[in-house]
C-alpha cells in the first residue's frame, strides 16, 4: 500500500506560479498512474491532470490546459505540478492519488483511484 504526502502550496498573487510535489512510500510508485485532483470550498473534488506509469502520456482538464504540467520522476517516487499562471479560480485544496489498476487509460474520476494524500492548499489572490 503507497502512502502519498503533497507539498508545495501556499499563497501567490494571481498570475504567480507554484510547484506541488507528492512523495509516495510503500509501493512501487512506477506501477502507479498518478492524479492531481483539486476541491475547493462547497464544491466538488474535480479532476486537474493525470499522468502514465512511465509519464510518456498525460490528460488535462481543460480549465489547466496550457497552465498547468504534470511530470513524475520514478527514480525520486515523486510526482510534480507545476501550475503557471494562476488564477482566483485556482484556489483550492490539491490532492495527488494513485490508480493501482494496470490500465492504459488515464482516468479522470476519483472514484477510479485507490490512494490519496491529505492535500495541500492553494490560495491564488486577486
Known amino acids: 500500500q503507497v502512502q502519498l504526502v503533497e507539498s508545495g502550496g501556499g499563497l501567490v498573487q494571481t498570475g504567480g506560479s507554484l510547484r506541488l510535489s507528492c512523495s509516495a512510500s510503500?509501493?512501487?510508485?512506477?506501477?502507479?498512474?498518478m492524479a492531481w485532483f483539486r476541491q475547493a470550498p462547497g464544491k466538488e473534488r474535480e479532476f486537474v491532470a493525470a499522468?502514465?506509469?512511465?509519464?510518456?502520456?498525460?490528460n488535462y482538464a481543460d480549465s489547466v490546459k496550457g497552465r498547468f504540467t504534470i511530470s513524475r520522476d520514478n527514480a525520486k517516487n515523486t510526482a510534480y505540478l507545476q501550475m503557471n499562471s494562476l488564477k482566483p479560480e485556482d484556489t483550492a485544496v490539491y490532492y495527488c492519488?494513485?490508480?493501482?489498476?494496470?490500465?492504459?487509460?488515464?482516468?479522470?474520476?476519483?472514484?477510479?483511484?485507490?490512494?490519496w494524500g491529505q492535500g495541500t492548499q492553494v490560495t491564488v489572490s486577486s
Open positions: 510503500g509501493g512501487t510508485f512506477s506501477s502507479y498512474s
Open positions: 499522468i502514465s506509469r512511465s509519464g510518456g502520456r498525460t
Open positions: 492519488a494513485a490508480d493501482a489498476t494496470m490500465t492504459w487509460a488515464l482516468r479522470d474520476r476519483s472514484v477510479y483511484y485507490d490512494y
